[in-house]
């Protein structure tokens, strides 16, 4: 089984600020990597497949990067509505999905 | 318009099976490549897949919980029903059903989730 990390845990960021992420696998999963966003009380919100392409009405400020077993996902300039659970997931090694732990992006 | 609901109990005493249907609409799961997932949440823990049905009737299921799950469709509903035998307290969650718009043209497996429910949540307890 891949296992994806995510760090930090937690990242407090100001408003207007750039907020970096990070998420990494145990193995190579090439560009099979998803990124979703989860808000409280929500189901998650895909954002990035392919580790860099925006998923239908994504905002550009929200960019992803990497290949292999290092992806980041980069929010340029955050608005209010992003401080959010951000979660990784790997599709490449099947027949088993596997999601990071998370990664709490909070208000500073 | 794509939109998925998850339905089913939700409180089922320990030892019991849950049964849980997801009813979609705006797809249909006979399309080539469309797959359809259930994934569930622990409060405040991480997402974790369960489940995956395609459109010809291809199963695939968590290796950790396969002996527990089995998930089958109903194509002229538009319904995915997912089973979870001998219940237990840690299997509290919040379950969603997924789609998958295509199998991964590279690795011929299928791909990411870009239309979710909005979950259901069950609780495990006597």
């Known amino acids: 089984e891949i296992v994806m990390t995510q760090s930090p845990a937690t990242l407090s960021v100001s408003p207007g600020e750039r907020a970096t992420l990070s998420c990494r696998a145990s193995q190579s999963v090439s560009s099979n990597l998803a990124w979703y966003q989860q808000k409280p009380g929500q189901a998650p919100r895909l954002l990035i497949y392919?580790?860099?392409t925006r998923a239908t009405g994504i905002p550009a400020r929200f960019s992803g990067s990497g290949s292999g077993t290092e992806f980041t996902l980069t929010i340029s300039s955050l608005q209010s509505e992003d401080f959010a659970v951000y979660y990784c997931q790997q599709y490449n090694n099947w027949p088993l999905y596997t999601f990071g732990q998370g990664t709490k992006l909070e208000i500073k | 318009q794509v939109t998925l609901r998850e339905s089913g109990p939700a409180l089922v005493k320990p030892t019991q099976t849950l049964t849980l249907t997801c009813t979609f609409s705006g797809f249909s799961l006979s399309t080539s490549g469309m797959c359809v997932s259930w994934v569930r949440q622990p409060p405040g823990k991480a997402l974790e897949w369960l489940a995956l049905i395609d459109w010809d009737d291809d199963k695939y299921y968590s290796t950790s919980l396969k002996t527990r799950l089995t998930i089958s469709k109903d194509t002229s509903k538009n319904q995915v029903v997912l089973t979870m035998t001998n219940m237990d307290p840690v299997d509290t969650a919040t379950y969603y059903c997924?789609?998958?718009?295509?199998?991964?043209?590279?690795?011929?497996?299928?791909?990411?989730?870009?239309?979710w429910g909005q979950g259901t949540l069950v609780t495990v307890s006597s």
């Open positions: 997924a789609r998958s718009p295509n199998y991964d043209i590279l690795t011929g497996y299928p791909s990411f989730f870009d239309y």
């Open positions: 392919g580790a860099s």
